[in-house]
């Protein structure tokens, strides 16, 4: 199957800074990417759908100003968590997708902020 | 508005069987996903449907019916390692994929 590779797997930040991960299509182009949080013990959460070239659509309740994405290419999609606190401290995942294929998983990034 | 619904959680006996419902309305189909996902893993594929009827993979199964808006996911032999999450979606007219929140499904022994 396709690969979709995110980075980094793992980040620590300090309260208030910025930290930007990002989810790469190796193999094919991704019309579509999807940003996931998933805190302990909870389901996945879809935060937001991007298409790309055009705006994310955020689902109910995820900050736009605060969760920025970027998908500027067929082949990269980016989440930059503005300054982040203790409680954005989660597992995100991105998923890529296009016309004809299902959707692929990064392997995840595991967010903490002290 | 487009939906999908799936029931938030589920308790099964190890070496039953159970079935997961995934209820849709959406602006057109293009086919209907089923994911698993273990916590703090990526999901993982496991079916596609686009036409009606069973598709059978080893002890998953997954039902499409386009006039009901309605699939399931079936899992056979239940294992302890099944317990997860089960992740609907369907492709749209526009072939925008529409997520459902998730299955969490328990299995007990």
């Known amino acids: 199957g396709a690969v979709v590779s995110q980075h980094p797997s793992w980040v620590i930040c300090k309260s208030g800074t910025s930290v930007k991960i990002e989810c790469r299509s190796l193999?094919?182009?991704?019309?579509?990417m999807f940003w996931y949080r998933q805190f302990p013990k909870q389901s996945l959460m879809l935060m937001a759908t991007?298409?790309?070239?055009?705006?994310?659509?955020?689902e109910q309740g995820v900050e736009k100003d605060k969760f920025l994405i970027n998908h500027a290419s067929l082949t990269l999609s980016t989440l930059t968590v503005t300054s982040a606190h203790p409680e954005d401290s989660s597992f995100y995942i991105c998923?890529?997708?296009?016309?004809?294929?299902?959707?692929?998983f990064g392997q995840g990034t595991r967010l903490t902020v002290v | 508005g487009q939906n999908i619904d799936q029931p938030t959680e589920m308790t099964a006996t190890e070496g039953a069987i159970v079935q997961i419902n995934c209820t849709y309305q959406?602006?057109?189909?293009?086919?209907l996903f089923w994911y698993q996902q273990h916590a703090g893993e990526a999901p993982t594929f496991l079916s596609y449907?686009?036409l009606d009827g069973l598709e059978e993979k080893g002890r998953f199964s997954s039902f499409l019916s386009r006039s009901k808006g309605y699939s399931y996911l079936l899992l056979k032999e239940l294992q302890m390692k099944d317990s997860a999450s089960y992740l609907c979606?369907?492709?749209?007219?526009?072939?925008?994929?529409?997520w459902g929140a998730g299955t969490k499904l328990i299995i007990k022994p």
């Open positions: 998923s890529a997708s296009s016309r004809v294929t299902e959707a692929f």
């Open positions: 193999d094919f182009q991704a019309t579509t």
């Open positions: 991007s298409n790309e070239g055009s705006k994310a659509t955020y």
């Open positions: 959406t602006s057109g189909f293009n086919g």
């Open positions: 449907n686009v």
């Open positions: 979606a369907v492709r749209d007219s526009n072939y925008q994929l529409i």
